[in-house]
């Protein structure tokens, strides 16, 4: 561990330090505050205050002191996060009677893989900034998307659980992306698929499943839904492992209160779906559907 903290950490926390001063490293002396399950909260707001320390951190961070901050930022949330890891996977071996893995060395490898996934999150959240800047007129700027957007919150925090979901941690993921979906209205499973340049316009009552797939360059309403068909075999009870949401392609748009079901549903790259409509059956690439 101390190896790593000293050899690889500062490497990442350069890359870190060189993306945020590329731009959206917004200044902010107002941090949050959170009771109930502190202590995964806690993480999740520190590695939230390492993607975007202006908008998440609770001090004023100069730029000469950036390395410094972000540095002891993420030597103290490896150490809290190896601790969360290893507790939930140590509860979850117990209920599974699992004798075969080293809970320790898991949480370590695990929280060593979601920091050094940190620099390619950042990139991939300018993405989305930028997709909501560039298709929302009422933007001003994507300072003010990053501080005031439901959708940056609801997708930062899903990138950060699926880091986790991909490692196979249980619960930390739900509980992360549960907060999000309080805070926002947005649920977004930390097991779906989301490309690069995602944005939600306004958000609230926006639904997506956990084996969702969605591709680059897609914008959605308020009050989708990419959700499952039920019941989902003859007995009415879900298998779990199988494919149960829709795959939207690349350049897609998805008007408000659109409803899309069923795992072997596709919607086309390019196509439209118009606001209000009920999908259980794939749309061709390119294809505009909408009730009249």
Known sequence: MNEWMNKSLPGIVDKLEKSINKGCHIQTEEGLNLSGRAAIYEVLDDLLTGLFPGAYGREKVPKEELNFFLGDLMRHTFIKLVKQLKEVLVYHCKEDICEKCTCGERAESSAI?????????????????????????????????????????????YRIAHLMYEKNIPIIPRIM?????????????????????????????????????????????????????????????????EKRHPNIEDDVIIYANATILGGKTVIGKGAIVGANTWITESVPAGKKVYRK
Do not use: W
């Open 113 to 157: 893989y979601i920091i050094e996934s940190l620099p390619g999150v950042r990139d991939l959240l300018l993405t989305d900034i930028a997709a909501a800047f560039a298709g929302d007129p009422a933007a001003n700027s994507e300072d003010e998307v990053l501080l005031s957007y439901p959708c940056i919150e609801a997708v930062a925090t």
């Open 177 to 241: 992306t549960e907060r999000a979906h309080s805070h926002t209205g947005i649920d977004i499973h930390p097991g779906a698929k989301i490309g690069s340049h995602f944005f939600i316009d306004h958000g609230t009552g926006v639904v997506i499943g956990e084996t969702c797939t969605i591709g680059n360059n897609v914008k959605m309403y308020q009050g989708v839904t990419l959700g499952a068909l039920s019941p989902f075999d003859s007995d009415g009870k879900p298998r779990k492992g």
